[in-house]
C-alpha cells in the first residue's frame, strides 16, 4: 500500500498502528532534539496526557485529559486518496503461490475451505466502471485527488468511507459531486469540521437519499441538523452512538422528506425530546433502541384519542429502554397509523402481555418481528375484554355501554376498552353469570327424537334428548353405547320427517352440529320392516356429506341402519332431467321463472360457433396492429377445453387440480416438461390470484383459449421477435404476455359488444344455434301453472328477438309469445354493484302479440320483480338473484346479499359454479339430488307433470351430470335452477312502466 505524505498542519488527520487523532502541535519540545506532533486521539487510551509535558501546555486536549502524546512525523500516516483505497480494495493481486498455502496449512494443522465462485465475484468486482457498492472502511483515505471519479466509478451507488481520515464537509463533497449516481453514504466514525455554510454545498450532495453518520465523535444534535442541511433529499437518516444527551426542535424546511430515522444507542432519557421528532410529516419509522427512555407521553391529548404527533408513524423500535409497557402501550395507542412495535418483553413479569398489547393498541399487527393476522387480533381483543371485566364492572361498567359510568382510574388505567366494547359488546358479568348458568342451562331447548332401527326391528323405539349444538360424532357415541354397537363399527344416521317417513335424510358430516340440519322435536315414528343381522365390527356404508336441509316440517326421528335399507328408498329421475336446487322448496310456490338466453335457452351448436368466433377475433387483432401472419390461423377445436388457467406473468395455460397443484403447464403449443415447470413454478403450485390469473371457464373462451395459443407460439417461433421470461421483443418493442392476453380480451369484448358476431349468428341461425322443439313447451307449462315467466340477458333486443323468434317459432306449435317479461342488455357483473332503474323500451309487436303480454326494459338492475306484474296480490313474494351471484348461493349455502335469489336454467354454468373439488360442493349436488325426492311426493303436481316439464328442455345424458375431470374440477351442464323465494321487506316497490 502506497501512502501519501502530505502536508500536515495543525487540525490535520492522521494515523499510528491503528489508532487515529488529530493534530493540535507542530515544533519542538523542550529537553528533546527534533520535530514533534502533539495528537490528540480519538481513543483516550491511546493518550498519556492532556497536552502538557514538564510543566509546559503545548495544546489542550478537547475529549479526555489523558487523550494526548507526542509523536514522531515519521511514526504518522496522513491517509491515502479515495482511487488508491478502491483499487487496493478491488484490484490488488490477492493470488498466493500454493507452496506458501501449503506451507501455512501444516503449519496451523486445518483444512482450508474453497468457496465455489469467488474467482467469478473477485473478477466482476475488479471491473471498477461496473462496481455498485464500494467498502472502504478504516483504509485511511484522506480525499480525492485530481482523478475523475465519475469515469472510474460511474455506477457506484452505496459508498462505505467510515472510521476514515477526513477532516471536513468540504472534502466530502468533492467526492460526492464526482458520483452522480451515489445515493448511499456512509461517514461514520469520522471528525468532520463543520462548514460554515452547509447550503453552499448542497449542489455536490443533493442526490443522497440516505446517510450513516454514526459516532461522529463530538457532534451534537444542533451540528447534526447543521449537516442535514447539506442533504435536501434526504429519506434515511442514522445517527446511533452520538452519545446524545438531547434532541432539540427540526429547523424549518429541514429533513421534509424523510422517511426513516435511526437514533439507538443514544443517552436522552426523556420523551419530550423525542415529540420534536413528531412534526416531520413524512417519518414512518423511527429506532430508539438502547437510550435511557423512562416513559412514553402525548400530553397533547387525553387518553381515549390520537395525538397530532407522528401523522405518519407506521414502526417504532424502543427494546432496550427503562420502559413500563403497559403503561406506555396506552400512549403508544394515541399514534393513528402505528402498526410494528419492537420491544423488550418479560411475561414472568406481566403474564399475556403480548395479547394485551395487540388489544390496547388498536392498529398494531406486528410485535417484535411476529405478524398477528386478524383472527389472532380479535382472540386477542375478546381475551383482554374477559380479563379485565371483573374490573370494568367494579369501576361503573355496565353491559349497555352508554349507560356505564366508569371512573377516570378506569380510563386512565384502559383507555380502549370502551373502543372494544363497542366492536365486540361488553362481556359477561361473572358475578351474575355464575348464578344463572344453571339456570341457563335448563332454559336451553333441547330435541327429542325418537330411536329406530330399521335393521334391528326387535328392538324397541327410545326416546333421545340432545342440546342443538351436539356434535353428530358424539351422537353416534352416544347410540353406539345406548344400542350395544361394537365401536369399532361405522354408524349411519339418517332422519325422517312427520309424514314423510319414506325419505331419509343423511345425518353424515360428523363435525357438524345437529343444528345443522334443522332437527326439531320428535314424534312416533313407523317401524322399518327390512332386517338383517350385523356381523360384529362390520362398517356400514358413510353417505356424502349433505348440505343444510330444511323440510317444511322438521320434526321426525333418528335411525340408525344400513345402507341397504336406505338405498331401497331411493328414486332417483334420470341424470338428463334431475333438477339440482340448494336447499327445499315448494315448486308450487314459486311465481316467477328467470332464464338467460346464450347458453340456456340459445344453445349455440360447436365448432361452428367458436370458429366464426375465432375468425373475427384475427380480423379484428389485425385491425388494431398484430401481424397479418396471423391470419393464416385455423381453428383447432380439440385443443382448448374449458377450466383451464393462463397466467399473465409467463404466458402459459395451465391445468390445475382443486388444490392449485399444476397438472399440465402448455406454453403456445408447447408442453412443459416437469424440470421446466418446476423452474417457474415452485413445487409445481400456484394461487388462485385474480391480478394474475384468468381462468377460462365458458364456452365463449374456447376461442380466445387458442388465440392466445397461437400468438404465444408465433411470437416465440418467430426470427422476428426475441422470447423472453415474461414477454418478447422485437427492436424497442417490448409486449409482456399481460399484455398480450389483455389486447385478446378486450377484441373478445368488442367482438360480442360492437363486432359482427352478432350480426352473422343472426344471418345464418340454422348454421349455429341449435333448436329444440321442446322449449316452448316447457315455458307454455311454467305460464299455464300460473308463475310469471322472464328473459334477463346482455344482449341487445334486435339480437334477442331473432333469436328468440327461431327458437319458439314452430309450425305446429302457437307461435305466442313465451315471457311475461324481458330484460335486455342486463350487465350482469354490475348488477351487485349497482342500483339503477330499468329504462322502458317502447312498445313493440315482438315474437306475436308480445305488447300484450309483457313488457321489455334495458340495462339497470332493480329488482326483477318491480317490472312483472303480478294479477292478484302485491310483489313482494320473490325476487331473484342473478346469475353473477350464484356462485355464493351454491356455496355459501344461500346466504343472500340482495333482494335477487337464483334464476338460472343452465346450459353452462361453470363460471357460477367455479367448484374446486371441495368436498361441500359435492354435498351441495347430494342435497340438491334428495330433495327432488322429497318434492316429487310431496307436491300437489303429479310426478310425471314434473318429468314431461323438465323434460321438454331437451337435456342430453352425456351432458348433464355431474363430474368430476382429470383436474378434479366439479363442472355441471345442462342443469335447470329455480328461483327461491325472499323475504317480501327486501323487495323495492313495484315500478309502473
Not at 11 to 34: D, W
Not at 246 to 257: D, F, N, T, V
Not at 544 to 573: D, K, M, Q, V, W
Amino acid at each position: 500500500m502506497n501512502y501519501k505524505m502530505g502536508e500536515v498542519e495543525v487540525g490535520t488527520r492522521v494515523e499510528c498502528n491503528g489508532a487515529r487523532g488529530t493534530v493540535r502541535y507542530i515544533g519542538e519540545v523542550t529537553e528533546t532534539n527534533g520535530l514533534w506532533y502533539g495528537v490528540d486521539w480519538d481513543d483516550s487510551l491511546r493518550g498519556k496526557h492532556d497536552g502538557s509535558h514538564n510543566g509546559v501546555k503545548y495544546f489542550t486536549t478537547s475529549r479526555h485529559p489523558t487523550s494526548g502524546s507526542f509523536v514522531r512525523p515519521t511514526k504518522v500516516s496522513t491517509g491515502i486518496t479515495l482511487e488508491a483505497a478502491v483499487r487496493d480494495r478491488y484490484q490488488a493481486d490477492t493470488t498466493t503461490s500454493t507452496q506458501v498455502t501449503n506451507e501455512f496449512q501444516r503449519t496451523i494443522k486445518a483444512k482450508f475451505v474453497e468457496f465455489v465462485g469467488m474467482e467469478k465475484i473477485g473478477a466482476k468486482q475488479r471491473q471498477l466502471e461496473f462496481l455498485n457498492i464500494a467498502v472502504v472502511r478504516g483504509c485511511g483515505i484522506w480525499g480525492s485527488d485530481e482523478v475523475n471519479l465519475t469515469q472510474l466509478l460511474p455506477r457506484l451507488h452505496h459508498l462505505d468511507i467510515s472510521n476514515s481520515l477526513l477532516t471536513s464537509w468540504v472534502a466530502v463533497a468533492h467526492i460526492t459531486c464526482q458520483l452522480p449516481s451515489l445515493r448511499v453514504l456512509n461517514l461514520s466514525g469520522n471528525s468532520l469540521r463543520l462548514p460554515e455554510c452547509g447550503h453552499e454545498l448542497c449542489g455536490s450532495t443533493k442526490h443522497i437519499t440516505h446517510l450513516i453518520i454514526n459516532n461522529m465523535l463530538d457532534y451534537t444534535w444542533p451540528h447534526l441538523m447543521s449537516c442535514c442541511t447539506m442533504f435536501p433529499a434526504l429519506t434515511q437518516l442514522k445517527v446511533a452512538y452520538n452519545n446524545l444527551v438531547e434532541l432539540g426542535p427540526i429547523p424549518p424546511k429541514q429533513l421534509e422528506c424523510l422517511e426513516e430515522l435511526d437514533l439507538s444507542a443514544n443517552s436522552f432519557t426523556s420523551w419530550t425530546q423525542v415529540n420534536y421528532l413528531g412534526t416531520l410529516q413524512r417519518l414512518t419509522a423511527v429506532n430508539i433502541r438502547n437510550c435511557q427512555l423512562k416513559y412514553v407521553e402525548f400530553p397533547d391529548v387525553p387518553a381515549t384519542e390520537k395525538t397530532s404527533l407522528f401523522p405518519t408513524l407506521e414502526a417504532l423500535v424502543l427494546d432496550n429502554n427503562p420502559l413500563n409497557l403497559w403503561d406506555c402501550s396506552a400512549e403508544l395507542d394515541k399514534l393513528p397509523k402505528l402498526q410494528k412495535l419492537v420491544y423488550s418483553i418479560d411475561e414472568n413479569v406481566t403474564p399475556n402481555l403480548p395479547e394485551f398489547i395487540y388489544a390496547r393498541i388498536q392498529n398494531l399487527k406486528a410485535l417484535n418481528h411476529s405478524p398477528v393476522t386478524s383472527m389472532e387480533k380479535k382472540e386477542s381483543e375478546l381475551f383482554y375484554l374477559k380479563s379485565f371485566s371483573n374490573e370494568y364492572y367494579n369501576s361503573g361498567g355496565h353491559e349497555d355501554p352508554s349507560e356505564a359510568s366508569l371512573t377516570q382510574e378506569f380510563i386512565a388505567k384502559h383507555p380502549s376498552y370502551l373502543r372494544l366494547v363497542k366492536v365486540h359488546g361488553t362481556p359477561v358479568d361473572e358475578t351474575n353469570f355464575k348464578s344463572n348458568k344453571s339456570q341457563k342451562l335448563k332454559d336451553l331447548q333441547k330435541i327429542e327424537v325418537t330411536v329406530v332401527t330399521p335393521d334391528h326391528p326387535e328392538r324397541e323405539c327410545c326416546v333421545k334428548s340432545f342440546l342443538p349444538t351436539t356434535k353428530v360424532a358424539k351422537v353416534k357415541m352416544m347410540l353406539k353405547r345406548q344400542l350395544k354397537i361394537n365401536a369399532a363399527a361405522t354408524l349411519t344416521l339418517s332422519y325422517y320427517t312427520k309424514g314423510r317417513e319414506n325419505y331419509e335424510y343423511p345425518i353424515d358430516n360428523d363435525i357438524q352440529e345437529l343444528s345443522y340440519y334443522s332437527m326439531q322435536n320428535a314424534f312416533t315414528p313407523k317401524r322399518s320392516e327390512g332386517y338383517r343381522k350385523m356381523s360384529e365390527g362390520e362398517e356400514y356404508d358413510v353417505m356424502t356429506p349433505l348440505g343444510p336441509l330444511t323440510p317444511s316440517s322438521c320434526s321426525g326421528g333418528i335411525s340408525a341402519s344400513s345402507s341397504t335399507e336406505f338405498n331401497s328408498r331411493r328414486c332417483y329421475r334420470e341424470v338428463p332431467h334431475r333438477v339440482f336446487v340448494n336447499r327445499s322448496l315448494h315448486l308450487e310456490k314459486i311465481r316467477f321463472y328467470g332464464f338467460d338466453m346464450d347458453y340456456t335457452l340459445a344453445e349455440y351448436k360447436s365448432p361452428q360457433y367458436e370458429n366464426l368466433g375465432f375468425t373475427l377475433l384475427k380480423e379484428r387483432l389485425i385491425k388494431i396492429g398484430y401481424p397479418e401472419e396471423i391470419a393464416e390461423f385455423e381453428y383447432d377445436p380439440t385443443f382448448p377445453i374449458r377450466g383451464l388457467w393462463f397466467d399473465r406473468v409467463y404466458g402459459n395455460l395451465l391445468k390445475v387440480d382443486g388444490f392449485g397443484n399444476i397438472l399440465i403447464c402448455v406454453h403456445g403449443f408447447k408442453f412443459l416438461k416437469p424440470s421446466e415447470v418446476y423452474e417457474l413454478y415452485p413445487n409445481k403450485f400456484i394461487l388462485l390470484d385474480e391480478s394474475r390469473i384468468y381462468v377460462m371457464n365458458t364456452l365463449f373462451n374456447l376461442p380466445e383459449i387458442y388465440m392466445v395459443a397461437c400468438l404465444i407460439d408465433f411470437f416465440s417461433n418467430s426470427p422476428q421477435y426475441v422470447k423472453l421470461r415474461e414477454g418478447i421483443k422485437s427492436g424497442d418493442l417490448y409486449m409482456s404476455y399481460k399484455s398480450i392476453f389483455q389486447d385478446v380480451r378486450a377484441a373478445i369484448d368488442w367482438l360480442h359488444m360492437q363486432g359482427n358476431l352478432k350480426k352473422q349468428t343472426v344471418e345464418q341461425l340454422d348454421e349455429f344455434v341449435h333448436k329444440d322443439e321442446r322449449l316452448p313447451v316447457l315455458l307454455d307449462r311454467i305460464r299455464d301453472s300460473g308463475a310469471k315467466v322472464f328473459l334477463l340477458t346482455n344482449s341487445e333486443y334486435w339480437y334477442t328477438n331473432a333469436i328468440m323468434q327461431y327458437l319458439l317459432s314452430f309450425p305446429d306449435k302457437s307461435p305466442e309469445h313465451k315471457h311475461n317479461a324481458v330484460h335486455l342488455s342486463a350487465a350482469l357483473v354490475h348488477l351487485q354493484r349497482l342500483v339503477h332503474p330499468f329504462l322502458q323500451l317502447q312498445w313493440i309487436s315482438s315474437w306475436q302479440d308480445f305488447e300484450a303480454s309483457g313488457n321489455v326494459v334495458q340495462r339497470g338492475c332493480q329488482p326483477v320483480a318491480s317490472f312483472i306484474q303480478p294479477q292478484s296480490d302485491g310483489l313482494g313474494n320473490s325476487g331473484f338473484k342473478t346469475r353473477a351471484l350464484f356462485q355464493q348461493l351454491a356455496w355459501r349455502h344461500a346466504h343472500l346479499m340482495c333482494c335477487w335469489s337464483a334464476a338460472c336454467v343452465g346450459g353452462m354454468l361453470s363460471r357460477a359454479l367455479d367448484l374446486c373439488a371441495k368436498s361441500c360442493f359435492l354435498a351441495s349436488f347430494t342435497s340438491i339430488m334428495s330433495l327432488v325426492r322429497s318434492y316429487i311426493n310431496t307436491t300437489k303436481r303429479s310426478s310425471s307433470d314434473i318429468d314431461s316439464s323438465l323434460t321438454s328442455l331437451g337435456m342430453r345424458k352425456s351432458s348433464s351430470k355431474a363430474s368430476v375431470t382429470s383436474g378434479n374440477t366439479f363442472q355441471i351442464s345442462q342443469a335447470v335452477f329455480f328461483p327461491l323465494p325472499v323475504n317480501e321487506d327486501t323487495v323495492s316497490h313495484p315500478v309502473t312502466l
